[in-house]
């Protein structure tokens, strides 16, 4: 049998372009005009209407703080996986989640790097890896099929997120765009990926392309962009 390749192209980077955002603050217009004319009559008083009520106050959105990512829920397809503790390893300048169990995924950060942990305001990215195998269940089999060489998840379709600070809520993202960059000098340097700057709310899975051919070697990932929806209170039932 063939073991799952590795899963990431060579260096995660990404040039930080600072963004400047012009905020204009438009003043209310005051009108003035000349001394009014002296009334010829007393105006006419009319009885004020009954106050209307107060309009309830919005319940704010849930804010959950970017914190280690615990579990993935697929709920088209049924499918939770779990996520290891610690963060993806690195072999070889790859990421290569552990081999010991191909259905646990692993989330990705480091001191050198912008990416985030998955939360309602992260700053920034979320990346999550997992292997695919041809040959056997594996964490990410679930997101391509290798015989139709096809996504199996359409635009619009959820990822559900728990994380250690979310509870029993869980992050709620939609997915907008599919990619299958080269490993090697194609992914890390995809800016419809990674972006140029900061991408607020985006959540990367990311895994290998598997061959028609059986024996031969991954060469491309298989990359679903995500971005956040929304915070639900319970996993569909």
Request: contains cysteine.
């Given at each position: 049998m063939?073991?799952?390749d590795s899963t990431k192209g060579t260096a995660l980077r990404r040039v930080l372009v600072p963004i400047v955002v012009a905020v204009c603050a438009v003043s209310g217009l005051v009108g003035c005009g000349e001394d009014a004319p002296t009334p010829a009559s007393p105006p006419t008083v009319t009885p004020s209407s009954p106050a209307a009520s107060p309009s309830p106050t919005p319940t704010p959105a849930p804010n959950i703080a970017p914190s280690r990512p615990l579990e993935i829920l697929l709920p088209k397809a049924g499918a939770r996986i779990q996520i290891a503790t610690d963060v993806c390893p690195v072999v070889d300048g790859m990421l290569d989640p552990d081999r010991r169990d191909y259905m646990v995924a692993c989330y990705y950060v480091a001191p050198d790097k912008p990416y985030s942990e998955p939360g309602s305001e992260a700053p920034d990215i979320a990346v999550l890896a997992g292997h695919t195998w041809r040959d056997g269940p594996a964490a990410f089999n679930v997101l391509y099929d290798w015989a139709s060489q096809a996504f199996t998840v359409a635009e619009g379709d959820e990822i559900w997120v728990r994380t250690e600070t979310s509870g029993t809520q869980w992050l709620v993202y939609r997915a907008v765009s599919f990619h299958t960059p080269a490993k090697y000098g194609?992914?890390?340097?995809?800016?419809?990926?990674?972006?140029?700057?900061?991408?607020?709310?985006?959540?990367?899975?990311?895994?290998?392309?598997?061959?028609?051919q059986e024996g031969v070697h991954s060469t491309n990932n298989i990359v679903v962009v995500w971005t956040y929806d929304r915070v639900a209170d319970h996993a569909p039932a």
């Open positions: 063939n073991a799952p194609g992914l890390a340097a995809d800016t419809s990926i990674w972006g140029e700057g900061p991408v607020p709310g985006r959540l990367l899975t990311i895994g290998c392309q598997q061959q028609v």
